[in-house]
């Protein structure tokens, strides 16, 4: 499975933007697919997750009820929605897929796509 992320770019504060991953090929694997996020110079972090069956959603406190993730099967491609943005939310954003039922826990997930920047500037 390849993992494309796209719908990056420059926001103000309090804007929004709707990231896209797209997955080809075998999409049958996957089980869950995740959004990370990378500030400068800091550690790559998991935002949240939905599983690729059912829907269901995992979200880290920091961007519960401003992130939605969702996802079409029709179009292998899962989405971000991000409102209500924050300078913090400044990040290289990654998509990863994961064929375990640990869906929620970031160390399930080690099959990355591409990152897409996000800028968000006060």
């Known amino acids: 499975v390849q993992l494309q992320a796209s719908g990056g770019g420059l926001v103000q504060a309090g804007g929004s933007l709707r990231l896209s991953c797209e997955a080809s090929?075998?999409?049958?694997?996957?089980?869950?697919v995740a959004w990370f996020r990378q500030p400068p110079g800091k550690d790559r972090n998991i935002v949240g997750a939905?599983?690729?069956?059912?829907?269901?959603?995992y979200y880290v406190d920091s961007v519960w009820g401003r992130f939605t993730i969702s996802r079409d099967n029709a179009k292998n491609t899962v989405y971000l929605q991000m409102n209500s943005l924050k300078p913090e939310d400044t990040a290289v954003y990654y998509c990863?897929?994961?064929?375990?039922?640990?869906?929620?826990?970031?160390?399930?997930?080690?099959?990355w796509g591409q990152g897409t920047q996000v800028t968000v500037s006060s």
């Open positions: 990863a897929f994961t064929d375990s039922d640990l869906w929620y826990s970031s160390e399930a997930y080690y099959h």
């Open positions: 090929g075998e999409t049958s694997v996957m089980y869950g």
């Open positions: 939905i599983t690729w069956g059912r829907g269901r959603t």
